[in-house]
Structures are given as C-alpha cells and as structure tokens.
C-alpha cells in the first residue's frame, strides 16, 4: 500500500507477502520484494505500474538502489548462509556475488562500496566495506 500526499492510500502490489520496500533515489520509484515467485520488481513513482526486474531462487531481501540508480544490492534468504548480490537495475541478466553476509540489508556508501553485516566465528557481528567491482572486502 501506498500512501499519497491526500492520506489517500493505494495498493501498488498483489501482496500480501510482498515485503522490504526500498525507494529509488529521485523520488523516480521503489523496489521490493515478491516473496511469493522470489523476484525483485520495480514499480514507477508517478504511474504505479510495478513489473519484475530479477527473480533468484535463493529468495532476494532488502534489495537497495546505489546512489546512482544503475545498481542494485540484495542479500540471499534461503539456505543456511545468506550471501550478498549485485545486479545492473536496467541490465540484470547476470550477479556479482560478494560473498556471505547477515540476512539484513546492505547499505550503499557510494555507487561502488558497500556495507555488509558478516558474522565472525567470535559469534561477534561486524560492518564490511565491500567493492562491488572487484567483489572483495576491502
């Protein structure tokens, strides 16, 4: 459900198990997540027309657009190890896998680094800066 200006509200979604809203910068849209055929879709800001942009099997979550708009980070929610992943927003035929993380959302510091939540065997959870280009932590 979207709120409007007015309060009025207006279901952009088939829900109801669509989940991990994350708005697009410029007020152009918003991602989320259909947990129910494991996609991230894209829905327009002005026109609510919501399509599919990327399905992983291994269930997408928390997905968030870089600063520029071009990329889009997500963490990985099936399996015992969740594991963090890149796609072209406009492209997204193919991921960069960045390795495992803590199934929470990954946070843009430019449109190349990352912020990660890994967990250590100390069971003590830290922030990794990731380059989301040569796929290492840094």
Known sequence: VLRQPDGSEVQ????????D???LPGKEGFLYVSVDSSRIMECSGQAKVC????????MPGYPTVDP???QIAYVTSLLNVSRVRVIS????ATYRDLGPALPCGPVWTSSRR??????????RTTLTDADVDT???T
């Open 51 to 58: 399509h599919a942009i990327y399905a992983d099997p291994l």
């Open 68 to 70: 520029s708009g071009q």
């Open 114 to 123: 990352l912020w990660v939540a890994v967990s250590h065997k100390s069971n």
């Open 12 to 19: 952009v979604s088939a829900g109801p198990t669509d989940t």
């Open 21 to 23: 809203p994350s708005f």
């Open 89 to 92: 927003r406009h492209a997204p």
């Open 135 to 137: 796929t290492t932590p």
